[in-house]
């Protein structure tokens, strides 16, 4: 099988040997970050004397940040800010991850910290409790870049049987999903859910629903733990937004919305209210959807494969076809949350949130973008 890592093939018989041995009072807690690419997560460990209770027990650090896209060489530390807690579902208990945010040496957000702002706005509309829900697609590859699974030559038949697929011809990699999924769980990430999607090799799972700054801390937490999982494996999940041309859907991270006024009876006129807002910024929307302003999208919003044209706004009730989706049975209830089907699945979640909190609960009505 040359198409999965060297290192997946190690003796994992041998590994559990050691990972069983006691640990005593100590504590393994791995930090990670987003790196300078705003795409890609970093990670390294350290020892703690004993567990730590919350994430107040757990001491700043820093890294090279000229090895990460983050820094020249002479002047290279950067600042890790532990800002959420996990459990370290690969050493287990009383192991942690830590997620943190990267500060620069003069302690100012890094370029690609997108969370610094974000929990700003998200602070200024805590009496709103908006919570989002986001669907991460995603496709396995092997390591050497082609569709995980796929005939090495020419392509898997059409579309059409592996969205929710079972059975060997349709369901390509569950155990990665599976094991990712399970990951989250002990973790105590806020997975609600996972399927096969549209294109063989690819998938979805979701998360939410949380709150403000949560969901972008979760997110990328989940992703992390999809990135190391597939390392377990010696495959590749890549959040390409449309990895192969042609008849094959492209992936979006959907970011579904709700205010407590848009849960509470009659909620509708709230989400309709925000689509509204949403109507005249599309194009801010979009700029931030994904992390080259838009480029990454316009492959994937081509308005064929369930998605919209990137230049068009639209919105309708069950309508997969649309910038923005009320789901069938928000429609009838008259109250509930919507859909934004326009993020890219490569977004940054704290970018995609933080305009989405903007837009709908900040920006004045004059305002066009
Ligand atoms: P789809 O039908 O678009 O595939 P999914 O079942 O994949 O929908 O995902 C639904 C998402 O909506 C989940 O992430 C879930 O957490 C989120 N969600 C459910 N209720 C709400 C709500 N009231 N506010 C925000 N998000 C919600
Ligand atoms: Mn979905
Ligand atoms: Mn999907
Ligand atoms: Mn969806």
Redesign the pocket.
Known sequence: MASVSSSSCLSKAVRQHYMSLPQGEKCQVTYIWIDGTGEELRNKTRTLDSEPESINDIPEWNFDGSSTYQAEGSNSDMYLIPVRMFRDPFTLDRNKLVLCEVLKYNRLPAETNERASCNKVMEEVKDHHM?????QEYTLLGIDGHPFSWPVHGYPSPQGPYYCGVGAKNAYGRDIVECHYKACLYAGVKI??T?AEVMPSQW?F????CEGIEMGDHLWVARYLLHRVCEDFGVVATLDPKPITGNWNGAGC?T???TMQM?EERGLQYIEEAIEKLRKKHSKHIRVYDPRGGQDNARRLTGLHETSSINDFSAGVANRGASIRI?RQVGQEKR??F?DRRPAANCDPYAVTKAIAHTCLLDSEEEED
């Open positions: 919570w989002f829900g986001m669907e609600c859910g399927n979805e979701q998360v939410g629903p959907h579904n919305v709700s849960r789901p509930g949350y859909e």
